[in-house]
């Protein structure tokens, strides 16, 4: 009788602390709707600040059901060579998942709007093509950096691909077929991340960061010149000529400059860019710059257009 009454009270003392437990999380998760955090399995302690309102304009053209697409005709630096090929900007808003970080299958209270960026490149290297494709995911109302990062290049060697996920801090997954590389997990501060600005440049291009500051480059420079992933000091300037901006960053330790060419007036269409760097290794590195020309913008919901009749629409974009 001793032993089952010290059992039951056992259990009770269990599940009363479950029930504390239970009742002091829903408290957290009640207390956070306000202030949505990134991470589900710690707070985030970064302030997210105050979401800027979506002009009329903007709300026409980004929620009419469509993506923007354009092709680009480029110059790449490749192994010391400059490669004939293309690329192609695929915009479009979409709902993101709070928790998960991925594309929200259905409406849900914590949901991110999310302006999402699938930038391709496709060139060939001699006997063999390279693929190339950079995601990024940001927060129309431009109040915190991209909620994720992500890149993969694909080519005969082998396959590269990186993740960052923006939690309490930056989480970074990579999986090299590099020895040296191989696979890293890795957390870095918060700080601008080169890839996030191509979309801040098409919702708030007036607030681009300007001046000296620390940037986390793209995740195609890093992981094909396989240098360290982490924030560099930076100079970033803004210039305009013949009605189209250009928004410069220039990285002295990675001796590369990015130039971002795109339209003064809404929705800011990338006209193009360049980035100069070297290109090669060892004794036959060159300091070489790859280029970009805009070839044709098309706004359609390219989803559905997935039938072997719809191929005529890759000549629409010059591809």
């Not at 009742?23 to 970064?46: F, G, M, R, W, Y």
């Not at 000091?233 to 130039?259: C, F, H, K, Q, V």
Request: proline share 4%; with cysteine.
């Amino acid at each position: 009788m001793f032993k089952n009454w010290f059992k039951l009270e056992i259990s009770m003392v269990l599940l009363a602390a479950l029930t504390s437990t239970l009742q002091s999380c829903k408290e957290v998760a009640k207390n956070n709707d306000s202030n949505i955090a990134l991470n589900t399995e710690k707070p985030n302690n970064t302030k997210i600040k105050p979401k800027k309102q979506l002009s009329e304009e903007f709300k026409k053209y980004w929620y009419a059901g469509n993506a923007e697409i354009t092709s680009y005709k480029i110059e790449q630096a490749r192994y010391g060579q400059l490669r004939e090929g293309n690329s192609v900007l695929i915009y479009v808003t979409e709902p993101f998942l709070n928790d998960k970080q991925v594309k929200a299958d259905g409406a849900n209270p914590d949901n991110i709007p999310v302006l999402k960026l699938n930038h391709t490149k496709n060139y060939l290297t001699g006997i063999y093509p390279y693929s190339i494709m950079s995601s990024s995911f940001y927060p129309v109302h431009d109040n915190q950096h991209a909620i994720k990062v992500s890149f993969s290049s694909q080519e005969w060697c082998g396959q590269v691909y990186a993740q960052l996920n923006n939690k309490d801090k930056f989480k970074v997954q990579s999986r090299s077929y590099f020895e040296s590389e191989a696979d890293q997990n890795l957390e870095l501060e918060k700080t601008v991340l080169e890839n996030e600005l191509w979309n801040k440049i098409r919702i708030n291009p007036s607030d681009l960061p300007i001046g000296e500051l620390k940037i986390i480059p793209s995740m195609e420079y890093i992981r094909l010149s396989h240098k360290e992933l982490k924030a560099y000091t930076a100079t970033a300037t803004s210039t305009t000529e013949n009605g189209i901006n250009i928004y410069s960053i220039t990285y002295p330790e990675l001796d590369r400059t990015l130039e971002i060419k795109y339209a003064s007036e809404f929705p800011y269409a990338i006209e193009g860019w360049s980035e100069t760097s070297k290109s090669g290794y060892g004794a036959n590195a060159k300091t070489l710059t790859s280029k970009a020309t805009k070839i044709k913008t098309m706004n359609t919901p390219y989803w559905t257009q997935n039938s072997n009749s719809d191929v005529y629409l890759r000549d629409s974009l010059g591809l």
